[in-house]
Structure formats: structure tokens, C-alpha cells
């Protein structure tokens, strides 16, 4: 799962915003620094928490950022797009990568909740543990009579 929401989010962070790093020197300064080049570096920094195990002890903490900075950024996006004077076309191509980026969002904090896997072998549950118990000829708690 980890895997797929990486590539996920990777992916729909470069289709919508690689397009745009052109106006990041095209003159409207800090505001687009931080949508855009916020947005490239928060998208790639939580795809890259997903897969790299060392950065496990940061990987809830940049998801939940990623999601709460990416629900507002394009919150913001759709009430200034669908307020303002842009085509239809322009209003539906920025809803369908908004509501990507909702469900991205949704799915980031999703993972955030999950308990961070360890690489070992998940404990035994308790038919597991009996069955190693007999295994090894050790009593397993439950006497037949």
C-alpha cells in the first residue's frame, strides 16, 4: 500500500505542478514559491518517506503535513479559480487536480494512522502461539477431559 500512495503521490505532484516550475521565475515571487515549490518538495518528500525505511520516524509527521498543506493549497485553488474570470475548461482541468489531490490527501493521512511496519513478523496470535507450543511438546493451556 505504502508503494502504491508513493507512487501515487509522486506521480499526480509532477503531472500537476512540473508544468508550472516556469513561473516559478516568472515574476510572482514568494506566493508562487510556496504553492509551487512547496507543493514539488512536500509531494516528493512524503513519496520518499513511503519507500526509504531509514526516514520511517518522519513518515506520519510528512504525511500529515503533505495532506493538511495540499487540502488547503488547492481548497484555496478551487475558491480563487471558480471566483475569478477563467474559462470552464481552465475551472474543470484545476477541480479534477484538486479532487485528486483530496483523495491523495485522504489517503496520506489514511497511512499516517497505520502503525508503521516493523520488517519483522507480526506477533503470533493466540492459535499461532498454540501451535508452536505443541510444536515444541509444551502444554498449551487448555486441557481436553
Same mark, same amino acid.
Given at each position: 500500500? =505504502?508503494?502504491?500512495?508513493?507512487?501515487? %503521490?509522486?506521480?499526480?505532484?509532477? #503531472?500537476? /505542478?512540473?508544468? &508550472? %516550475?516556469? *513561473?516559478?521565475?516568472?515574476?510572482?515571487?514568494?506566493?508562487?514559491? *510556496?504553492? %509551487?515549490?512547496?507543493?514539488? #518538495?512536500?509531494? #516528493?518528500?512524503?513519496?520518499?518517506?513511503?519507500? $526509504? &525505511?531509514?526516514?520511517?520516524? $518522519?513518515?506520519?509527521?510528512? #504525511?500529515?503535513?503533505?495532506?493538511?498543506?495540499?487540502?488547503? *493549497? /488547492?481548497?484555496?485553488?478551487?475558491?480563487? =479559480?471558480?471566483?475569478?474570470?477563467?474559462?470552464?475548461?481552465?475551472?474543470?482541468?484545476?477541480?479534477?487536480?484538486?479532487?485528486?489531490?483530496?483523495?491523495?490527501? *485522504?489517503?496520506?493521512?489514511?497511512?499516517? &494512522?497505520?502503525?508503521?511496519?516493523?520488517?519483522?513478523?507480526?506477533?503470533? @496470535?493466540? !492459535?499461532?502461539? !498454540? &501451535?508452536?507450543?505443541?510444536?515444541?511438546?509444551?502444554?498449551? @493451556?487448555?486441557?481436553?477431559?
Amino acid at each position: 500500500m =505504502n508503494r502504491r500512495l508513493a507512487v501515487a %503521490i509522486a506521480a499526480w505532484t509532477l #503531472l500537476a /505542478w512540473v508544468g &508550472r %516550475i516556469g *513561473l516559478l521565475v516568472g515574476g510572482e515571487g514568494l506566493a508562487s514559491w *510556496l504553492r %509551487i515549490g512547496g507543493s514539488l #518538495l512536500m509531494g #516528493l518528500f512524503a513519496a520518499v518517506t513511503l519507500v $526509504v &525505511r531509514r526516514l520511517e520516524p $518522519v513518515r506520519r509527521p510528512a #504525511l500529515v503535513v503533505f495532506a493538511v498543506f495540499t487540502m488547503l *493549497l /488547492w481548497a484555496r485553488s478551487l475558491y480563487v =479559480n471558480w471566483t475569478g474570470s477563467g474559462s470552464l475548461p481552465f475551472k474543470m482541468v484545476h477541480t479534477v487536480l484538486a479532487l485528486g489531490f483530496f483523495a491523495l490527501a *485522504l489517503w496520506a493521512l489514511a497511512a499516517a &494512522r497505520s502503525p508503521v511496519p516493523t520488517g519483522g513478523h507480526p506477533v503470533p @496470535g493466540p !492459535d499461532e502461539a !498454540d &501451535r508452536e507450543q505443541q510444536a515444541e511438546g509444551e502444554a498449551t @493451556g487448555f486441557a481436553k477431559g
